[in-house]
């Protein structure tokens, strides 16, 4: 098994290996790329996001600056809309559900490095997936962490740190993110 198919099964692989370093450069070379284009330049930004993204959904929209490990581990089921600033380190799939909203600065974040000293200085990781839901509204600042699902039209607040799965129909904010209205 390569370390990229070990990366995408969620298993401990090598980042640093020929496969996945390429796969990375060709990723930042794109959202470089993608990052200069002007703003009146929107056939082009679809292209290049068509090329990079896993699926790309109709008319959604990134802002610039956007990054990323990988890309073709970001999907989109139908619109969406991000923000300035965005993160994606898309060692495991990030699905984003249809009409959801992402502020800007926000982070999401499947690489789980080792918590055994002697395991993460050898350079081996872990992933787990994001799941976003439909109708999400992200405020600004958020973070997410690997292997999180946010539930379909959930409001996570301002600065959350999102640790644990947040269910549909919910406000929730805070560090730890938490559940605060339904």
Same mark, same amino acid.
């Given at each position: 098994m390569s370390e990229k198919d070990k990366m995408i099964n969620g298993d401990i692989y090598e980042p640093f290996c020929e496969e996945l370093t390429n796969d990375r450069i060709r990723a930042k070379n794109l959202c470089q790329k993608y990052n200069s284009l002007l703003p009146s330049q929107k056939d082009e930004k679809k292209e290049l996001l068509k090329t990079l993204l896993g699926s790309y959904g109709k008319d959604s929209v990134i802002e610039p600056n956007f990054f990323c490990d990988y890309g073709y581990?970001?999907? +989109? =089921? &139908?619109? #969406?809309?991000? /923000? !300035?600033?965005? #993160? +994606?380190? =898309?060692? $495991?799939?990030?699905?984003? &559900? @249809? /009409?959801? +909203?992402?502020?800007?600065?926000?982070? +999401?974040?499947? $690489?789980? !490095?080792?918590? @055994? $000293?002697?395991?993460?200085?050898?350079?081996k990781e872990s992933a787990k997936p994001i799941t976003i839901g439909k109708g999400v509204w992200i405020g600004g600042n958020v973070v997410i962490l690997p292997g999180v699902t946010i539930g379909d039209r959930a409001v996570i607040g301002a600065g959350s740190v999102v640790t644990k799965d947040i269910p549909s129909d919910v406000v929730a904010v805070g560090n730890p993110c938490k559940v605060k209205k339904r």
């Open positions: 581990n970001i999907e +989109f =089921d &139908g619109f #969406v809309y991000i /923000n !300035h600033n965005s #993160v +994606f380190l =898309d060692c $495991a799939k990030i699905k984003i &559900g @249809d /009409n959801t +909203f992402i502020g800007p600065n926000c982070g +999401f974040y499947t $690489a789980i !490095h080792p918590i @055994d $000293a002697k395991t993460r200085i050898s350079g």
